[in-house]
């Protein structure tokens, strides 16, 4: 799925399963893509919502983001999908991102290598 964001296109996917069941946002570190999680995700799969993106300008931009830019992007992302309450996993510029997420909408933060 795509979503525009400051004239960015941004990839995503989300695999809802159950509005009943958690979601987990997964994000990448830099160099990374949507797919930098792929492995874990059919573990995951039959318990939780799992949403994956590219952040957009670690591949070629139009303009130069801040950190900032990119949390706005993933509260937009989260917004427009309705999703108030998740876990994340992210990796190296990703936990970047999550730490200047809403504190209050994280349930908890897994931080890989």
Known sequence: MKFLFKQEVVEYKF??????????????????NMHSFDACLPLLKPKFNLLTLTMPTIEKTKQIWCLFDYVNLVNSLLKMLGIQKFYVVCHSFGFRVACLLNKHDIQKIVVTG
């Open 15 to 32: 695999y809802k399963t159950s509005n009943e069941n958690p979601t987990i946002l997964f994000l990448h570190g830099w160099g990374g």
